[in-house]
């Protein structure tokens, strides 16, 4: 029976089409799954017409209405045919005119390139390569090498035209897409073997026959990550209505191959940098549990935040459709599942309340040092270590510290430490981590909770909250499933996971495409990452743990703006936004994030008085499509706008003096901190994904002036790593 199935090209372009355009396709795709072959080629409404002067006579067009055509790739033989695209009448038809289909040796999937446009540049771009002096971009790579990465004999000869990165870009939106994406990744710096290993290993579909590069219909099932095979009309429908969401039906095979995994040992870890799909990867595991899940057991999704829960939580009623399953689910933060398991009316404290309750606790004792220092031992030495007792904590290892500490002195440290436990518990309060420390014991008497915990966001959470999880969840196959990135470390919890029963060894995969933000947009978020001018890193060699993390999107770089007075930064960016909304951004589409959460209340008001409907990001607060986000950096995190505004960034913000340890309290923690501190700026522009702006008033961020962007400018596209 004939079926048409949905490449991953005409989904890029399925949310700028019409409704009566998208009930068009409906309408053609229920034709397919209806007729038989015969009567398809023959339907006078459908018109499955080949194309005269086409380059590929497999390449047709169907009609979707008076105006719009779809493009279809109709292989001689077999009966499943490819929607490629939509597009008005004329441009579908000259589109389709110059693709050619072909089925790629190595990856054994079906491949499109523009193939009259190839044809016509590459002799141009041959003569004047010949004519340089510089040397060829892929020169480093043998043709065995380029050919073993699935790289076929037509795209070889482009590649072996190319001298730089830019002529890269022009050949790259003709290319079949995984071989494109091959070449951007060698040229980015990768080894052959990392992009084996990354892009083409997890493409592989096993089979015991050699290819046969006819057979189209064998091709189109192992092309999952780029054509989907809808099978219900339900399901299409689904697809239609939800054309944002292209995560759910197409994942790249490395993140396929992660989340789809039938089983691991052991615990297992995705990493890689903002937007590669983490969060993505971490639903679709969900779902593949949810599949093989036996009566009665549950799964744990966790995460850092309540924006995130939100988000991951609407990510998962889009990806799992039934609500039986979904309630099988459990999404909550870690410090909420460690309340419900503690299950306590005690109230949790904040930051300052505990600052002065350390005070409180060091009067009672005589403890002379700071409160800071207390609160920091108790956080990293006494929770992390899970020191119990008096005679532990004098002989513990203070790991990491940078404070000396005379063992004379411990005894008093120890004794504040139960003063402030004890104050605690007499008044009614608990501190989050504490809590986790609790919750551990009762877990650890009681037994596990649930039979999966899929962690996202994990590079912040603290050891007291591992070891919760780990007992969480009982040592069996798939128990854990953790997603992170360690450059958005923003709240200085530096953990081995192996001393704390969580081995990954081996079940580690590192994620490296972004499909959030344009290249321009990361290139200069990296700069500030590693605290150099992003256009100088090119020639500092290569810096391994960002190597080969790239984005195939384009546009403008980021927009910085340096104001005189708060005012002036206030109307600016009021300014910015309107500009956005007359672009066509929704309001709920632009995201304003600041340091503080004065500034934020400054930004909602003043966006309020300018006549734009603004509302804080806050826990639990619904997200809405009508009103700007107006929110903090911290709780920006793991989120994403298609406009992003970072305001305030001036030298008093980041670093926040505040959140800095000194330097003469404890060296360590005084990097530590301002580490955390970068990551923070780094995390806040990485949510943008059209465009991002940049403010600040007065001297701007020192971060800003290392990353050689602390002037007023709109930064041009920033090279290409
Ligand atoms: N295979 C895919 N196809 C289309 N879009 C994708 C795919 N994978 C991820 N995305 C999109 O990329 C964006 C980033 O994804 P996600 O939030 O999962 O990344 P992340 O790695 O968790 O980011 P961060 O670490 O910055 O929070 C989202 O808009 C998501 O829908």
Redo the contacts with the bound molecule.
């Keep these: 029976m004939p079926q048409l199935a949905l490449a991953i090209g005409f989904f890029a372009e399925l949310p700028k089409l019409q409704p009566s355009v998208r009930k068009g396709v409906m309408d053609a795709w229920e034709k397919f799954d209806r007729l038989s072959l015969d009567q398809l080629f023959k339907d006078p409404g459908l018109k499955l017409e080949s194309l005269t002067n086409a380059r590929d006579k497999q390449i047709r067009t169907i009609r979707i209405d008076q105006f719009w055509r779809g493009v279809v790739l109709a292989p001689a033989s077999g009966d499943t045919f490819v929607l490629l695209r939509v597009m008005q009448h004329d441009k579908a038809i000259a589109w389709a005119k110059k693709q050619k289909s072909s089925i790629n040796e190595v990856t054994r999937a079906v491949e499109i390139r523009d193939a009259a446009t190839l044809d016509e540049i590459t002799p141009a771009y041959e003569r004047v390569a010949g004519d340089s002096s510089k040397e060829r971009l892929f020169a480093p790579f043998s043709d065995g090498d380029l050919k073993a990465l699935g790289i076929d004999d037509e795209t070889l000869r482009q590649a072996r035209s190319i001298v730089d990165q830019e002529q890269l870009d022009v050949f790259a939106p003709l290319l079949p897409q995984d071989q494109r994406e091959v070449l951007q990744y060698l040229a980015s710096g990768c080894t052959v073997e990392e992009v084996w290993q990354d892009i083409v290993a997890p493409a592989l579909q096993a089979s015991a026959h050699p290819v046969d590069t006819r057979d189209y219909e064998t091709a189109i099932r192992h092309s999952r990550a780029r054509i989907a095979l809808v099978t219900a009309s339900e399901e299409l429908r689904d697809i239609l209505e939800k054309p944002f969401a292209?995560?759910r039906v197409?994942?790249?095979p490395a993140?396929h191959k992660v989340a789809y995994r039938a089983s691991y040992s052991g615990p297992a870890q995705v990493t890689?940098g903002?937007?590669?799909?983490?969060?993505?990867v971490a639903l679709h595991r969900v779902r593949h549990l949810l599949r093989h899940l036996r009566d009665g057991d549950r799964i744990l999704l966790t995460t850092f935040t309540n924006a995130l829960v939100d988000s991951l939580n609407q990510g998962l009623s889009l990806l799992v459709d039934d609500p039986d399953l979904r309630n099988r689910v459990d999404v909550m933060t870690v410090d909420a599942f460690a309340g419900r398991v503690v299950n306590t009316s005690r109230r949790p404290v904040n930051g300052y309340e505990e600052a002065a309750r350390w005070e409180q606790a060091a009067e009672a004792t005589g403890f002379t040092g700071t409160p800071q220092f207390l609160a920091q031992e108790y956080k990293h030495v006494v929770l992390a270590q899970d020191i119990r007792g008096r005679e532990e904590y004098e002989s513990c290892e203070r790991r990491g510290r940078g404070s000396a500490l005379p063992a004379s002195a411990r005894a008093l440290v120890w004794r504040t430490v139960e003063e402030f436990t004890r104050r605690l518990a007499e008044d009614g309060l608990r501190t989050y981590l504490g809590t986790c420390g609790e919750a551990t014991d009762l877990l650890t008497g009681q037994g596990p909770r649930y039979r999966h915990v899929v962690v996202d966001?994990a590079q912040d959470l603290h050891p007291a909250q591992w070891r919760m999880l780990r007992a969480a969840v009982p040592r069996r196959p798939d128990d854990l499933f953790i997603?992170g990135?360690p450059h958005?470390r923003i709240y200085d919890n530096r953990v081995s996971l192996k001393s704390l029963g969580i081995n990954v060894a081996g079940r580690s995969v590192k994620l490296r495409k972004n499909?959030?933000s344009t290249q321009e947009i990361l290139s200069w978020a990296t700069g500030l990452l590693l605290g150099r001018p992003y256009a100088e890193l090119a020639d500092s060699g290569r810096h391994d743990t960002l190597l080969g993390y790239g984005s195939a999107l384009h546009g403008s770089g980021p927009r910085v703006h340096a104001a005189q007075t708060e005012e002036a930064e206030l109307d600016t960016l009021a300014e910015q936004v309107r500009a956005w909304v007359d672009g066509g951004a929704a309001y709920g589409e632009i995201g304003i994030c600041a340091r503080f959460r004065k500034t934020c209340e400054k930004v909602r008001d003043r966006l309020i008085a300018a006549g734009v409907p603004a509302s804080r990001v806050r826990a639990g607060a619904a997200r809405t499509d009508d009103a700007v986000n107006v929110g903090t950096m911290h709780t920006f995190k793991?989120l994403?706008y298609r406009y992003t505004a970072v305001v305030g960034v001036n030298d008093r913000a980041l670093p926040n003096p505040s959140a800095i340890t000194p330097e003469d309290v404890d060296r360590m923690q005084h990097e530590a901190d301002l580490a955390a501190e970068r990551c923070l700026l780094f995390v806040a522009c990485?949510r943008a994904r059209d465009g991002l702006y940049v403010s600040w008033t007065g001297r701007p961020s020192p971060f800003l002036v290392e990353a050689g962007c602390g002037t007023t400018q709109t930064a041009g596209p920033a090279p290409s790593p």
Excluded: C, M
């Excluded at 903002?274 to 993505?280: A, L, N, Q």
């Design positions: 292209a995560w197409f994942l790249h993140q890689g903002p937007g590669t799909g983490k969060s993505v966001e997603a990135d958005q499909y959030r793991g994403e990485t």
